[in-house]
């Protein structure tokens, strides 16, 4: 079984900075990704980033990147130079190789002010 | 070009009533999910398909029955709806079965918001 904690229900970040979202898991799974959504206020799911447990390097996705620490079973979510628009709940979440569903993290909410 | 479609977006109904959720991808994607998002925000998976066959139920009332016409369509029948049936319905999809390697993302549909009165 899979599980996924976002410890921080709500965080703050002024526009132009940089702000890390923290995700840690649990699995006995040796093979295994790790995935981060945005829901906006509009509802919808949006894709940002995958990492890999294998891979190497960790994942970016233009301003998104993924702060894979496997020994510490977290994978953080590093948003920099943050925009109003990133305004949203993100959601963290894993699978495990032989299983095809996510299992979701609680979300954390991130309000960016000006 | 909508990827994943799902239809109706709003669905408002009496305890007690049977309805559906239909959802629609043209991704060409061989796997597809029904998630259930709570009002605390929370997403757990209900169902997923793989070319038209039943692979995850996790533990859904019997109320609650998928079906798959063909790989592109996953609806989601509610039978005797209850309050705490309601929520956001969101269907997904991925592509399992490729060679290479691949991420599995899944793609999410806009959401059903289901309000059982």
């Known amino acids: 079984a899979q599980k996924i904690t976002q410890t921080q229900p709500g965080m703050f970040v002024q526009e132009k900075e940089a702000v890390t979202l923290d995700c840690t898991y649990d699995?006995?799974?040796?093979?295994?990704?790790l995935f981060w959504y945005k829901q906006p206020s509009s509802g919808e799911m949006i894709f940002l980033i995958y990492q890999g447990s294998y891979d190497e390097q960790n994942a970016t996705e233009g301003r998104y990147s993924l702060n894979f620490q496997k020994a510490r079973k977290s994978a953080n979510l590093v948003i920099s130079a943050s925009q109003l628009g990133d305004s949203a709940m993100y959601f963290c979440a894993m699978r495990g190789w032989g299983g095809n569903k996510l299992t979701f993290g609680t979300g954390t909410q991130l309000k960016v002010e000006l | 070009d909508t990827a994943v479609s799902q239809t109706p977006k709003y669905l408002v109904t009496q305890m007690g009533n049977d309805k559906s959720i239909k959802c629609e991808q043209n991704?060409?994607?061989?796997?597809m999910y029904w998630y259930k998002q709570d009002s605390k925000k929370f997403l757990k998976i209900m169902f997923s398909?793989?070319?038209?066959?039943?692979?995850i139920n996790e533990t859904v009332p019997n109320r609650f029955s998928p079906k798959s016409p063909d790989k592109a369509h996953l609806n989601l029948h509610i039978n005797s709806l209850e309050l705490g049936d309601s929520a956001v319905y969101f269907c997904a999809s991925s592509q399992e079965s490729t060679s290479g390697r691949h991420t599995y993302e899944q793609y999410f549909g806009p959401g059903t918001r289901l309000t059982v009165t």
């Open positions: 398909y793989n070319n038209k066959e039943l692979i």
């Open positions: 991704l060409g994607h061989d796997t």
């Open positions: 699995t006995s799974d040796q093979s295994y990704g």
